[in-house]
Structure formats: structure tokens, C-alpha cells
């Protein structure tokens, strides 16, 4: 017997309080299939062997883990940068796809749904159906087409049918409302690719399981790095919180590492225009899931606001939610200003342009104090490519 | 024995109608149910409004949206409710998700509920385990009828176990679709009504999704205590609003016998 793990999913779905399958009985059968399957397929030999392949020859696996000299000076400790930006499609959400696309495979489904905010997500999906040779449908904000169009349009070129959800603030919730009401009308032939810790047990621990590989990767690298096998702290923003979940994974039951979640603030957590789930939300149900979320008094889901399309949503995984309740966690939240700043500050210093979301797990370094000795690795979860119009207008490059 | 029990005992081709509350206009909740009422309804269902309705299509997403402009709360709507009984006798249900029941707290729900005369609830998105866990005991206590839903994909085993815990009535869900899905009964569909007519279960069914007229009235009455219209009653106020005349009209032309 391992020892009982504080902070993963438990044998009812749940993360402490929160987690749970809350779905109306037609998802039931699906949710119910999926449960039964996924851990012996994660587990098996031919899927192990597959997804690492896959993750080594496709992705571009292992991510650098890069010292990075001149943040350090600047902060004076030891920053180091955990390079999903690297990774083919330019961020840390293929981890997840290819690893989804071999289970929707294993389960003789033929059509691939999926939900994006930044497009991320949407265009790993769309990478993954096209490698796979399956048919894939991207549900994307109408707001978020616009905002992250060059996405768009990579999604189109791989083949992808993408879908504009025109309801609520037309944005990452509301996509995933989308999708799961597509899901609902094509049980049979269809797997939903969920690309965050979000969604109905056993979604969470399926995404959580397959960016585990981000910090599975820290632990070796910091050993050859520093000679021991974890940093002091880990750094990572949270939307839903997948870059996040596969940062912390392997060190999610190792309490010498400090765990920081940065959420997106927006024009700031009292401005009635933020996405700071954490700090402004209380329990609820949301897209499945019990977990933080930001409600009025009546139990309407607010609609949230970030400047990074990723990280623009009135909820939370269920795992976050429980390492805030269990004060394993540090929840910070960045504003929108805070996170540009960051932003051109690795670039100037590094040269590295990172996603605006990453740009908000950067912002944190001025809100946290270290001791010069201690090893303080951030995850750049993705690439700033798609933000180079935010950036252009808002540095007036 | 409660106003649901009663109904199912003593009617058959059950005419049950499904309307948003506080739309198309905030006050209009309880005259449209006193119209639905006269106008030889036998069930309502008073759908409460959500900002993320996942099982609805367009149709029933833009009534509550405009139902939450029109500032619609649960809160509101218990008042709104408070003189329902006893000047109506028609049953009535309350539907809607998890969150904002949730948020209003169970109990306290559940004790409004028995309060104004609601006879029973559909929760959706709450799980069936969940609710007999924590909140069965409650309802019985309170005399509300908890409403399942099954579909075409749930497994045998689950509905006989539905079947169980039931009182009231099944929700019959009669396709893989969200709300308002409006196509003629297909055969597949016209099998899975057949197979779960065969199950001899002791729960009465009513057919809900994609009944919009009297033709598909009719053809889920062959197989089931009655059916459920929804949608097709949304657009009918999206039009008219509380039109008397108008919604009478409506429910003689879904009635109506051949």
C-alpha cells in the first residue's frame, strides 16, 4: 500500500469537498464509461508506450528546464524557467491532447469536441485529430475568435471545424457550455477533449495525469541541476488550472515544496472585472464540478474578465479549490498591468516572449520573497506569439 | 397522497407545460400559470433561470437570459408563488440546475417548496447518488416529489433502480438532444418509447424534449402517461406573451383527439 494521498482525487472523484460529477443523467452513461476505463488505459503498456513517443518524437519532450542568470540577479535567487513555450504548438496543452486523443482511440470514438479560450487548447486538439486522422470540432468564444484569430486560422489549416459561441460574454465558459450540449446531442460516436482540470470527474485527474509529465520532468532536471530532486518553490498560473496541476503533481504530497497558483486579476479582484476565481469566489457547481466559482447572490455564474483569453473563467479545478481550502496552496492574483510588465520584463531580459497567461506566474516574482539559496521554478506554460497584437497596442510597438 | 400522486392516479394523456419564470415580463409567473390552469393544463413545470443551462438549446437559454434581465431570483419566485395555493389546484414543479438551489441552500429550498404548494423539483445536474445521500430525507419529510430523468443511453439496471427511488413520475428524455429540438418522432425513438413501455416499471413516465405539437403529443401518450411541451409553449409567450386566448388555443390544439 503507498501511503494515502492528501491532495489527489479520492475513489469517489472528490478532492476533499469539491470535485464530483454533477451532470444531467444524459452525460451520465458517457462520464460513467469513461470512469471505468481511463486509469487501465493510462496505465497500460501499449498506451505508456505510445504517449511518450509521441511526447519525445512529437512534442519535443523533455521541455528545458532553463536557468535563467539575469531574472535571478534581479530577484536574487534562483529562478529557473520550466519551457513549455517550447513545445510544439507552444504550450503546455499538447501534453494533454495526445494523451486524450490515445484514450478517445482505445474507446472507438470517431468525432472530437472540444472547448478553447485562447485557442491553445483548440489548436492542440486540432493538431492531435489531424496526426490521428479523426474528425474535430473546436467551440471557441466569439469574443475570444476575435481576440486570438491567428488560432483561428490554425485550427482551420488543421483541419478543424471551429464554432462560435455567441451566448453569455461569448468566452471560455460559454464555449464549454457549447461543447457539453454538443456532447449531450452526440453521446455515442463523440469524445469530449476537456483541456483544463475542469469538468466532471474523471476529467480532472485525467488532464492532472497527463501534465503530470511537467513536473515528473523538474524533478529530474532540478537533480542534475542542484543535486537534489525538488525546488523550494513552484510557480504557475491558473485559469482552470492545467499548467498549474501538471507543475505541482509529483510534489503535491511533498510539503518541502512551496506550491503558488496565480490567478488573473483583471482590472483588479474589486473591480467587478476580474477572473480571480480564488480570491472572489465561493463554493458552487460549475460545468460539473464543485469547486470555487464567482456567483452573485442568487447563484448566477459571473461573467469574468482577464486581458489572457486562457485564463478568462469564473471557475476553478476541484484540485485547486482543495489545495486553497487545505492551505497547501498560495493563491496570489496579478492585474492585467502587472502581468504586461512581467512580460516585457522576461523579454528584455531573457528574450523570450511568453503567453500572456504565463506572463501572470512571471508577475508573481515581485509579490513573493526568497531566500538567495532557494530554487524557484516558474512554468512558462506557453509562447507569446498569439498576444502579439495585445502587446503591439498596448507597448505601441 | 400529493397533487402529483393524485394526477397520475386519476388522468391519463398527461398535457404537462414547461415556462420560464418571470418572462417574457417579471410579474407574468403566476398569471401564466392561473392561464395554463383554465386552459386545461393537467402539469407545470417552472423552469428557474440560469446563466449556464447545459441540457437546453436556444430557445429556453433566451427565456431565462431574459428572465434574469428582468431580475428574476429563486427568492423572487417563492414570493411570486406565495399566493398559489389555494386558489390553484394544479400541480406544479419547480425546475432548474444545481447552483443556484445550491447557493439558496437545500433545505431551505425544499421547506419554501412546501410552504407555497410546489409539489415536487427536477434537478438536472444533481446527481442521483447525492440526492439520496444527503437530501431524500428531506423531500419525503416535506411531502416534494424529486423528479429522474432517463434518456435512450441509460443502461437497464439504472432504470430500474430509478424506477425505485422514484415518486411522482420519470422524465423521459426522448432523444440524445438538448431542448427544443423540433423533428417528428422517429422510429428509433418510437422503439426506445416501446422498450421502456415493456419494462412494466411502477413509475409513470411523461416524454420530455422535441414534443411540440399534437402529433408528437400523441405519439408519446401511446407509450407513456403524457409528455412534456416546452420550447414550442416558450415561443408561443415569446410572441404573445399571457395571452389567454392565445395560450388556450395552444393547449386545445395539442389536446385535441383525433
Same mark, same amino acid.
Given at each position: ?142 469574443? *475570444? ?152 447572490? *442568487? ?99 | ?50 446563466? *449556464? ?65 410546489? *409539489? ?139
Amino acid at each position: 500500500m503507498t501511503k494515502k494521498k492528501k491532495y489527489q482525487v479520492d475513489d469517489k472523484g472528490m478532492y476533499g469537498r469539491f470535485g464530483g460529477a454533477y451532470i444531467p443523467e444524459m452525460l451520465y452513461p458517457n462520464i460513467e464509461n469513461l470512469k471505468a476505463k481511463y486509469i487501465g488505459i493510462i496505465e497500460s503498456d501499449k498506451f505508456q508506450t505510445e504517449y511518450k513517443n509521441l511526447l519525445k518524437d512529437y512534442v519535443g519532450r523533455p521541455s528545458p528546464l532553463y536557468f535563467s542568470k539575469r531574472l535571478s540577479d534581479k530577484y536574487n535567487t534562483n529562478i529557473f524557467l520550466k519551457r513549455e513555450d517550447l513545445n510544439h504548438t507552444g504550450a503546455h496543452k499538447i501534453n494533454n491532447t495526445v494523451g486524450q486523443i490515445l484514450i478517445a482511440r482505445e474507446m472507438g470514438k470517431e468525432r472530437i469536441i472540444a472547448e478553447t479560450g485562447a485557442g491553445q487548447h483548440g489548436v492542440a486538439t486540432a493538431t492531435a485529430c489531424a496526426l490521428m486522422g479523426l474528425k474535430c470540432v473546436v467551440y471557441m468564444g466569439e469574443t *475570444d475568435m476575435e481576440r486570438q484569430a491567428p488560432n483561428v486560422a490554425r485550427m482551420k489549416m488543421l483541419g478543424a471545424e471551429v464554432i462560435p459561441a455567441r451566448s453569455g460574454n461569448k468566452t471560455l465558459k460559454d464555449a464549454t457550455n457549447e461543447a457539453l450540449r454538443d456532447w449531450i446531442c452526440n453521446p455515442e460516436d463523440t469524445f469530449y477533449l476537456i483541456g483544463s482540470v475542469v469538468g466532471p470527474h474523471p476529467y480532472p485527474d485525467i488532464v492532472a495525469r497527463l501534465q503530470a509529465v511537467i513536473s515528473e520532468e523538474i524533478k529530474q532536471q532540478m537533480q542534475e541541476k542542484r543535486g537534489k530532486d525538488h525546488p523550494d518553490c513552484v510557480i504557475a498560473c491558473v485559469g482552470g488550472g492545467s499548467n498549474a496541476a501538471g507543475s505541482f503533481y509529483h510534489f503535491l504530497e511533498d510539503e518541502r515544496v512551496k506550491l503558488v497558483a496565480v490567478e488573473a486579476a483583471g482590472l483588479g479582484t474589486d473591480s467587478g472585472e476580474t477572473a480571480a476565481t480564488i480570491a472572489m469566489g465561493d463554493e458552487g457547481i460549475i460545468h460539473g464540478s464543485k469547486t470555487y466559482l464567482m456567483q452573485d447572490d *442568487d447563484g448566477q455564474i459571473t461573467e469574468p474578465y482577464s486581458i489572457s483569453a486562457g485564463l478568462d473563467y469564473p471557475g476553478i479545478g476541484p484540485m485547486h479549490a482543495n489545495l486553497k481550502d487545505t492551505g497547501r496552496g498560495t493563491f496570489l492574483s496579478v492585474t492585467d498591468q502587472e502581468a504586461l510588465d512581467a512580460a516585457l520584463e522576461l523579454t528584455q531580459l531573457e528574450g523570450i516572449i511568453p503567453a500572456l497567461e504565463s506572463a501572470h506566474a512571471l508577475a508573481a516574482l515581485k509579490k513573493l520573497t526568497f531566500k538567495p539559496e532557494e530554487n524557484v521554478v516558474i512554468t512558462i506554460s506557453g509562447r507569446g506569439d498569439k498576444d502579439m497584437e495585445t502587446y503591439r497596442q498596448h507597448f505601441g510597438f | 397522497m400529493n397533487r402529483i400522486a393524485q394526477l397520475f392516479k386519476e388522468k391519463k394523456n398527461i398535457l404537462s407545460i414547461y415556462y420560464t419564470a418571470g418572462f417574457p415580463q417579471l410579474t407574468d409567473t403566476l398569471p401564466i400559470l392561473e392561464t395554463l390552469e383554465k386552459a386545461g393544463a393537467d402539469l407545470v413545470e417552472i423552469g428557474m433561470p440560469f446563466s *449556464d443551462p447545459l441540457a437546453d438549446g436556444p430557445t429556453i437559454q433566451q427565456s431565462g437570459q431574459t428572465a434574469l434581465k428582468n431580475g428574476m431570483t429563486i427568492n423572487l419566485l417563492f414570493e411570486q408563488l406565495a399566493d398559489l395555493r389555494p386558489q390553484l389546484s394544479i400541480p406544479v414543479i419547480l425546475m432548474g440546475y444545481f447552483n443556484p438551489v445550491h447557493k439558496f441552500g437545500m433545505e431551505r429550498f425544499v421547506e419554501q417548496c412546501r410552504k407555497t404548494g410546489v *409539489d415536487g423539483v427536477i434537478i438536472p445536474d444533481l446527481p442521483f447518488d447525492e440526492y439520496r445521500e444527503k437530501y431524500e430525507a428531506l423531500f419525503t419529510q416535506a411531502g416534494i416529489s424529486n423528479i429522474f430523468l432517463i434518456t435512450p443511453q441509460t443502461p437497464e439496471e439504472r432504470i430500474k433502480l430509478i424506477d425505485k427511488n422514484s415518486n411522482g413520475f420519470i422524465y423521459m428524455v426522448s432523444s440524445a438532444s438538448v431542448t427544443g429540438t423540433k423533428k417528428e418522432i422517429s422510429e428509433q425513438q418510437t422503439r426506445y418509447f416501446k422498450r421502456i413501455n415493456n419494462m412494466q416499471l411502477a413509475s409513470p413516465r411523461l416524454i420530455g424534449f422535441g414534443i411540440s405539437d399534437r402529433a408528437s403529443f400523441q405519439k408519446a401518450c401511446d407509450y407513456a402517461a403524457g409528455a412534456i411541451v416546452g420550447s414550442a409553449f416558450i415561443n408561443l409567450l415569446n410572441n404573445e406573451g399571457n395571452n389567454p386566448e392565445k395560450i388556450s388555443d395552444f393547449i386545445q390544439s395539442i389536446k385535441k383527439t383525433n
